[in-house]
């Protein structure tokens, strides 16, 4: 691990931990976008509608031209609940407050008036005695709002029974009640709040309260009560956690086991809303009411009273981004209670969700410094996709309410702080490395100097090379018949496809020096049979230009071939970074060096395109070299023993090569002893060679005058030297 990436990893650790540190603080920002998330889910996939037996009694529009303005008088309301009653409704429960007397009483019209006998007063109906006659002994609850004001509280209606910790304090906090008119709240069968998000800053109700406390007694739901009068049931049984106080999980009313927050609150799974859930009061107050469809609608189901007209202004958001009546969200918690279908946020989320955001985000540190940020990218992307897929089935299936979206933009703001890092800081030799090598070194070269520490520091090193020197023949000619910009096209239509041959076998291009080619293999990294690499890419460069000078690729037309001569050579050599601290080059030089261009040199004279010294020769045991006498090399004082390219391990394996092999030993013996006349066997060698390598016929044609390179080679020595 380098320095760099050291500190690269310590700040991306760093802001993996300011990430827990703050998903373990749960700010509210965060909160609002894990509830929008759960919206979206169920905006996805809501919770379909179903014929139940709740049915909201909704003074709409209708009903308001049809009987007037709001507040209708109370004895409006007795008669209301009376048809309910007679239809059958198992609990009927107003949405509507009933803190002040009814302004609309006949005997409270009258006594305003001055001067009136009160006893005359006295006998006048009133609209609150009405009704609250009208509720007596009827299933109806009444509902009760929150205020500030006062320090009124209703009575409870119902007992309730505890398991576990105490949870007095779990509800939210209720101090002080609108009140309720004195002989409504006795004759009513339950008394439940209205509220539906109190406290929230939200507009959008996705949890609603089912209970209040005030640090000593539960006040139930105007849902809940309801869904209690209607079953008959008289307690509540409240469940708490065990081994901790003030935390709810559930709760029995009658048949039924409700789910709740650790405040007693419901997750609402609510349906898109539908005319299906409503009836008009007004078609229940006229003769609609012995409609057929009316009186099946009512007959058995929890009714809840309340108003929808727009100018009453009770209007919520739900989860699916509807504005509703508020009394359709208490009718769709008891739905919801009637169908099993809960959404809970469990115990374990929030520290799942924690460990998330620390394993992810520190993975991604990790792969993104050691490895390569697009690796971190891909592995980023697989654990999105798997905790969002994840988070959906849990909601889909479970109806478990898991966040993905802290942990997925902790990783991504994480990732992108350890990308940053990287490119300008870790990154920044390597880039430096690119631009001295990129043109130079085959991709897996390039990468493998990338993470070798103090690539480009300036000086050398004594390594073993395979040198490579490549020129083209008679160039000098060839450039005389052609204009500048038409040597320039010529040059790089060949150099460049003759140096592909030398990036796709691992070698480094030194330079190009004209029309010539320096390259050389097993540096700036250590590269495995580097002299075998060496003579392929060679081979190589045999059959492209073939290939070329057949398609005309140069222009020059039928006939005018152009001819290349390689030489190649292994040993030490000093290679490493060559010039000034801000400009210089990667280069070898040394003896090995030289040789090698000497042997690109002595094609002309051997009338051969590819020659090895015997050093690279002794590496290449399988391959198909035949001896070419030992040379006088320019600067050397003494011979140098070179061998000729004819192919690779194929050609050397096949018969047609054993039987030339045979044949080129014997030219050797006689061109050393001079015993009998060569000319017989060159004919032969030239007849067997001309079907395996091109070249090899005017090699052979030369070996007649070149007698002397072969003088002084001993007998044991004129074969190949793996023999």
Same mark, same amino acid.
């Given at each position: 691990m380098?320095?760099a ?22 700010p509210?920002l965060l909160r609002?976008?894990r509830?929008? #998330? ?9 919770r379909g509608?179903e014929?139940?037996?709740?049915k909201?009694?909704?003074i ?9 303005q709001?507040p209708w ?14 239809m059958?409704a ?10 002040e007397p009814?302004?609309l009483?006949?005997?409270?019209v009258?006594?305003d ?7 005359f /007063?006295?006998?006048l ?11 007596q002994d ?5 509902g009760?709002?929150l205020t500030?004001?006062?320090?009124y509280?209703p009575s409870?209606?119902?007992g309730?029974?505890?398991t ?6 779990a509800p939210?906090?209720?101090?002080a009640?609108t009140?309720l008119r004195?002989q409504?709240e006795?004759?009513a069968a339950g008394?439940g ?6 406290g929230s ?6 949890a609603?309260?089912?209970f209040?406390s ?5 006040y ?5 009560e309801?869904l209690?009068v209607?079953q008959?049931a008289?307690?509540?049984v409240?469940?708490?956690?065990p081994?901790?106080?003030?935390t709810?999980?559930?709760?029995k009313?009658?048949?039924f ?11 609402l799974?609510?349906?898109?809303d539908?005319t299906?859930r409503y ?7 006229t003769?609609e009411?012995s ?6 609608a009512?007959e058995?189901?929890?009714?809840f009273?309340?108003?929808?007209a ?13 504005n ?6 208490h009718?769709?918690?008891v739905?919801q209670?009637l169908?099993g279908r809960?959404l809970s946020?469990?115990d374990?989320a929030?520290g799942l969700?924690?460990?998330?955001i620390a394993l ?9 410094t050691f490895?390569?940020?697009? /690796?971190?990218l ?8 798997l905790g969002?897929t994840?988070?959906?089935?849990a909601?889909y299936?479970?109806?478990l ?13 994480t ?9 300008? /800081? ?7 490395v690119?631009?001295?090598f990129g043109?130079y ?5 390039l990468y493998r100097?990338?993470?070798t520490r103090?690539a480009?520091?300036?000086?050398g090193?004594?390594?073993e ?7 083209v023949?008679?160039?000098t ?7 500048? #910009? ?7 239509t ?15 291009l030194?330079k190009f020096?004209g029309d ?6 097993n540096?700036?990294v ?6 075998q690499?060496?003579l392929r890419a060679?081979?190589g460069?045999?059959?492209t230009?073939a ?7 140069f222009?020059f ?6 001819r290349i001569?390689?030489?190649i ?5 000093c290679?490493?970074n060559m ?21 690109e040199a002595a ?7 590819v020659?090895?010294?015997?050093a690279t ?8 070299l035949?001896?070419a006498g030992s040379l006088?090399l320019?600067g050397?004082t003494?011979r140098t023993?070179?061998?000729a390219?004819?192919?690779d391990?194929?050609?050397?394996a096949?018969p ?19 015993a009998?006349?060569s ?23 030369r070996?007649s005058?070149?007698?002397?390179h072969f003088?002084e ?7 190949r030297?793996a023999?």
């Amino acid at each position: 691990m380098t320095r760099a990436q050291l500190f690269g990893v310590l700040i991306g650790l760093t802001v993996v931990a300011f990430f827990t540190v703050l998903r373990a603080n749960d700010p509210q920002l965060l909160r609002q976008a894990r509830d929008v #998330t759960f919206d979206e889910y169920q905006r996805i996939a809501p919770r379909g509608f179903e014929t139940m037996p709740v049915k909201v009694i909704d003074i709409d529009e209708a009903s308001l031209r049809e009987f007037g303005q709001w507040p209708w008088p109370r004895d409006r309301l007795a008669n209301l609940t009376n048809r309910l009653t007679e239809m059958g409704a198992a609990a009927i429960a107003f949405d509507v407050l009933f803190a002040e007397p009814d302004r609309l009483s006949p005997r409270t019209v009258v006594r305003d008036v001055g001067g009136v006998d009160p006893s005359f /007063v006295a006998t006048l109906p009133d609209n609150d005695e009405i009704f609250a006659q009208a509720i007596q002994d009827k299933p109806v609850v009444l509902g009760f709002g929150l205020t500030n004001d006062g320090s009124y509280l209703p009575s409870v209606k119902a007992g309730f029974a505890f398991t576990g910790e105490t949870a007095a304090e779990a509800p939210p906090r209720l101090h002080a009640a609108t009140p309720l008119r004195p002989q409504l709240e006795a004759n009513a069968a339950g008394l439940g709040h209205i509220s539906l998000n109190p406290g929230s800053s939200s507009a959008v109700v996705r949890a609603a309260p089912l209970f209040l406390s005030d640090g000593q007694q539960f006040y139930p739901s105007l849902a809940l009560e309801a869904l209690r009068v209607a079953q008959g049931a008289s307690t509540y049984v409240l469940a708490a956690a065990p081994n901790v106080a003030n935390t709810l999980t559930a709760v029995k009313i009658g048949d039924f086991v409700v789910p709740l927050t650790s405040t007693g609150e419901l997750w609402l799974y609510v349906t898109p809303d539908t005319t299906e859930r409503y009836i008009s009061a007004r078609r229940v107050l006229t003769d609609e009411a012995s409609s057929p469809d009316v009186r099946a609608a009512i007959e058995g189901s929890i009714v809840f009273i309340g108003t929808s007209a727009a100018g009453l202004q009770d209007v919520r958001t739900t989860a699916l981004g509807q504005n509703v009546p508020g009394v359709s969200i208490h009718a769709q918690i008891v739905e919801q209670i009637l169908s099993g279908r809960y959404l809970s946020r469990p115990d374990w989320a929030d520290g799942l969700e924690i460990l998330s955001i620390a394993l992810a985000g520190t993975l991604l540190v990790l792969l993104t410094t050691f490895v390569s940020p697009v /690796v971190a990218l891909v592995c980023g992307l697989a654990v999105t996709v798997l905790g969002l897929t994840a988070s959906w089935l849990a909601f889909y299936y479970g109806g478990l309410l898991v966040d993905p979206l802290a942990p997925i933009l902790a990783a991504s703001i994480t990732h992108f702080s350890a990308t940053a890092y990287r490119f300008l /800081v870790t990154d920044r030799e390597r880039r430096e490395v690119r631009q001295a090598f990129g043109r130079y070194l085959s991709p897996s070269l390039l990468y493998r100097i990338e993470h070798t520490r103090n690539a480009l520091s300036l000086g050398g090193d004594d390594r073993e090379l395979t040198v490579m020197f490549v020129d083209v023949r008679s160039f000098t000619e060839m450039s005389e018949r052609m204009t500048p #910009t038409e040597v320039v096209a010529f040059l790089n239509t060949l150099l460049d496809a003759l140096s592909r041959h030398v990036l796709a076998n691992e070698g480094t291009l030194d330079k190009f020096i004209g029309d010539s080619i320096m390259a050389f293999w097993n540096a700036p990294v250590d590269v495995v049979n580097h002299p075998q690499k060496a003579l392929r890419a060679a081979l190589g460069m045999r059959e492209t230009l073939a290939r070329l000078n057949a398609e005309d690729a140069f222009g020059f037309g039928s006939g005018h071939e152009v001819r290349i001569g390689i030489g190649i050579h292994t040993g030490l050599a000093c290679v490493g970074n060559m010039g000034a601290e801000t400009r210089f080059n990667y280069s070898a030089v040394g003896d090995t060096v030289n040789i090698a261009a000497r042997i690109e040199a002595a094609c002309k004279d051997v009338n051969f395109d590819v020659l090895v010294s015997e050093a690279t020769a002794e590496a290449l045991p399988n391959c198909a070299l035949l001896d070419a006498g030992s040379l006088g090399l320019k600067g050397k004082t003494t011979r140098t023993r070179l061998f000729a390219v004819a192919g690779d391990e194929n050609l050397a394996a096949s018969p047609a090569f054993a039987e030339l092999r045979l044949l080129h030993d014997r030219l050797v013996s006689v061109l050393r002893t001079r015993a009998t006349s060569s000319r017989s066997i060159i004919n032969a060698a030239k007849l067997k060679s001309a079907a395996l390598a091109p070249g090899l016929v005017g090699f052979y044609a030369r070996m007649s005058r070149r007698s002397e390179h072969f003088a002084e080679t001993p007998v044991e020595d004129a074969k190949r030297p793996a023999e």
